[in-house]
């Protein structure tokens, strides 16, 4: 179930920031933390 919502996020920041690798693995690891807490 979490795995289709980090995609979904490392997607749509994958695509404005595509130039900034940095920036997807820092939105996907903020979609991680922020899913476990909603959890």
Do not use: Q
């Amino acid at each position: 179930m979490a795995a289709p919502a980090i995609e979904t996020s490392g997607l749509d920041v994958g695509y404005p920031g595509r130039h900034l690798p940095v920036t997807v693995i820092s939105g996907l690891e903020l979609t991680v933390e922020a899913g476990t807490f909603l959890s």
